[in-house]
């Protein structure tokens, strides 16, 4: 169970590089590049009185000439569109089925008492729908902060233009791919014992607070639900970011925000752009 929940607190707030060096923050130059570039590994949820903007990543952000999220989160079709894929079009459908009758029951009871919601309401929505409103019930704090939604307020006050690395449906997709009795089990794990994922939440943002991102990436392949799921969830979208990361590269300095967890290892973006023979290296200074 509980490293279950790591695995699953790890990959949706997506949390996770692998380097002996404790940096988010990577400058990409070389191969020909007229001007550098930065790539910074983000975490989804983070209270306010953790997040950090550290002063070389303010310097990363100001030296840029566009922002490169996962997704454009400028657009603004992007609710609208996501909305239209979580909600399921079978009229055989229903959220229920994912769930055994005495845990439909639990989840019903939590989404009334807790967060004063009638679980019908969601009965033609994927579980994902679900499992992200019970995600901020990790922190402990009343407000959770994203890296990506401060960048995009960075980006409209410099008047930077904002794009994706990826197309929204392309990355909900990826979630297509997790059974929704996989989702169902996650949404349990938390509704079941709260306070135990609270605890193991605030260790994963203290960890990234230090920046110690081999022991995050070491995590990864501690579930078995996640097995067989992992190129589609982080490595081929890596190696389908980098050609988009090159033509941008080659035009300006950009600053790339994705979820931490893509930079780590011999699949991740650091390693994949070093291949490619880029000069990639921390900046902690």
């Given at each position: 169970?509980?490293?279950?929940?790591?695995?699953?607190?790890?990959?949706?707030?997506?949390?996770?590089?692998?380097?002996?060096?404790?940096?988010?923050?990577?400058?990409?130059?070389?191969?020909?590049?007229?001007?550098?570039?930065?790539?910074?590994?983000?975490?989804?949820?983070?209270?306010?009185?953790?997040?950090?903007?550290?002063?070389?990543?303010?310097?990363?952000?100001?030296?840029?000439?566009?922002?490169?999220?996962?997704?454009?989160?400028?657009?603004?079709?992007?609710?609208?569109?996501?909305?239209?894929?979580?909600?399921?079009?079978?009229?055989?459908?229903?959220?229920?089925?994912?769930?055994?009758?005495?845990?439909?029951?639990?989840?019903?009871?939590?989404?009334?008492?807790?967060?004063?919601?009638?679980?019908?309401?969601?009965?033609?929505?994927?579980?994902?729908?679900?499992?992200?409103?019970?995600?901020?019930?990790?922190?402990?704090?009343?407000?959770?902060?994203?890296?990506?939604?401060?960048?995009?307020?960075?980006?409209?006050?410099?008047?930077?233009?904002?794009?994706?690395l990826e197309a929204l449906d392309d990355q909900i997709d990826v979630f297509d791919a997790f059974p929704d009795t996989l989702e169902a089990r996650m949404i349990m794990d938390y509704i079941n014992d709260l306070p135990k994922q609270k605890a193991i939440y605030s260790k994963l943002v203290a960890?990234?607070?230090?920046?110690?991102?081999?022991?995050?990436?070491?995590?990864?392949?501690?579930?078995?639900?996640?097995?067989?799921?992992?190129?589609?969830?982080?490595?081929?979208?890596?190696?389908?970011?980098?050609?988009?990361?090159?033509?941008?590269?080659?035009?300006?300095?950009?600053?790339?925000?994705?979820?931490?967890?893509?930079?780590?290892?011999?699949?991740?973006?650091?390693?994949?752009?070093?291949?490619?023979?880029?000069?990639?290296?921390?900046?902690?200074?």
């Amino acid at each position: 169970m509980i490293k279950r929940t790591f695995a699953t607190l790890l990959i949706l707030c997506l949390l996770l590089p692998a380097f002996a060096q404790q940096s988010l923050l990577y400058k990409i130059s070389g191969k020909g590049l007229k001007q550098p570039s930065y790539v910074y590994g983000t975490i989804h949820l983070i209270c306010p009185d953790d997040f950090f903007l550290s002063a070389p990543l303010q310097k990363a952000f100001d030296q840029s000439k566009s922002v490169y999220l996962e997704i454009d989160m400028d657009d603004p079709a992007m609710m609208a569109t996501m909305l239209g894929r979580l909600q399921e079009k079978d009229e055989q459908y229903s959220l229920e089925k994912a769930f055994t009758p005495q845990d439909y029951r639990k989840l019903t009871k939590y989404m009334k008492d807790s967060m004063g919601m009638d679980v019908n309401a969601f009965k033609k929505m994927k579980p994902l729908v679900i499992l992200s409103m019970i995600l901020p019930k990790m922190l402990n704090c009343p407000t959770a902060m994203a890296y990506e939604t401060k960048f995009v307020s960075m980006a409209k006050e410099q008047q930077k233009e904002i794009l994706g690395l990826e197309a929204l449906d392309d990355q909900i997709d990826v979630f297509d791919a997790f059974p929704d009795t996989l989702e169902a089990r996650m949404i349990m794990d938390y509704i079941n014992d709260l306070p135990k994922q609270k605890a193991i939440y605030s260790k994963l943002v203290a960890a990234y607070k230090k920046q110690d991102i081999t022991r995050l990436h070491n995590l990864l392949g501690e579930s078995p639900e996640f097995a067989g799921y992992e190129d589609k969830l982080v490595y081929d979208r890596n190696r389908n970011w980098i050609p988009v990361m090159e033509k941008a590269m080659q035009q300006e300095t950009v600053l790339f925000g994705c979820g931490a967890m893509h930079l780590g290892g011999d699949q991740g973006v650091v390693e994949l752009l070093r291949k490619k023979g880029y000069k990639v290296e921390p900046v902690t200074k």
